[in-house]
């Protein structure tokens, strides 16, 4: 079957950049710009109708641009449709291939500072991919900055780099069945994800 995003032009967040650049992939342009304050991650559903846009970026230490939330924009429009509202800044942002919207957000305890703030367990949030109803928040580790699923959709996986973990959590039952410690070999931990399908 072939994917249904292969035809459209891709996203790309900007961090600092006051909006999501949209390429043609094929001809190598800039076609578009969707307004945003700033961009983290962003992910895009699997039927290529919506994307999820993680914003504003976070500055440790200093005050968020704009409140923190999901920005959901019509790829067909390039207009944000709504924000979905969570907790504190989000850095990643992933969709399932049963559709569900997965936001890893940071909780930072504002009496300290350090480089990465002084980072609290972290949580992600799992949304309904058709009315966008908050199904439930699961507490991760310290800084949830990627995350990643199993191709059936049953669970997602989460890297937060400031305790060095990965959390393994059961998308069914919205709960973490393990935790796995990444060893450290410097700064930062845990970082990038990527799922590998088993040999046969």
């Given at each position: 079957?072939?994917?249904?995003?292969?035809?459209?032009?891709?996203?790309?967040?900007?961090?600092?950049?006051?909006?999501?650049s949209v390429?043609?992939?094929?001809?190598?342009?800039?076609?578009?710009?969707?307004?945003?304050?700033?961009s983290?991650?962003?992910?895009?559903?699997?039927?290529?109708?919506?994307?999820?846009?993680?914003?504003?970026?976070?500055?440790?230490?200093?005050?968020?641009?704009?409140?923190?939330?999901?920005?959901?924009?019509?790829?067909?429009?390039?207009?944000?449709?709504?924000?979905?509202?969570?907790?504190?800044?989000?850095?990643?942002?992933?969709?399932?291939?049963?559709?569900?919207?997965?936001?890893?957000?940071?909780?930072?305890?504002?009496?300290?500072?350090?480089?990465?703030?002084?980072?609290?367990?972290?949580?992600?949030?799992?949304?309904?991919?058709?009315?966008?109803?908050?199904?439930?928040?699961?507490?991760?580790?310290?800084?949830?900055?990627?995350?990643?699923?199993?191709?059936?959709?049953?669970r997602?996986?989460?890297?937060?780099?400031?305790?060095?973990?990965?959390?393994?959590?059961?998308?069914?039952?919205?709960?973490?069945?393990?935790?796995?410690?990444?060893?450290?070999?410097?700064?930062?931990?845990?970082?990038?994800?990527?799922?590998?399908p088993?040999?046969?």
């Amino acid at each position: 079957m072939a994917d249904p995003r292969a035809d459209r032009p891709s996203p790309s967040g900007n961090k600092e950049a006051p909006f999501v650049s949209v390429l043609d992939l094929e001809r190598g342009e800039l076609v578009d710009r969707i307004e945003v304050p700033g961009s983290e991650g962003l992910a895009v559903s699997p039927d290529g109708r919506q994307l999820v846009v993680a914003a504003p970026k976070v500055d440790f230490g200093r005050p968020l641009k704009a409140a923190p939330g999901l920005r959901v924009i019509d790829t067909a429009t390039g207009r944000v449709e709504r924000t979905l509202p969570v907790g504190g800044p989000v850095f990643p942002v992933h969709t399932t291939t049963k559709g569900l919207i997965l936001a890893g957000e940071l909780r930072m305890d504002t009496s300290e500072h350090s480089a990465l703030g002084a980072q609290l367990p972290g949580t992600l949030s799992v949304f309904d991919p058709h009315g966008y109803e908050l199904l439930g928040r699961v507490e991760v580790g310290r800084f949830p900055l990627t995350i990643t699923s199993s191709p059936d959709g049953e669970r997602a996986y989460v890297a937060n780099v400031s305790s060095s973990t990965v959390t393994v959590v059961d998308l069914n039952r919205l709960e973490a069945v393990a935790e796995l410690t990444v060893a450290r070999t410097g700064e930062p931990g845990a970082h990038g994800l990527a799922y590998l399908p088993a040999a046969r």
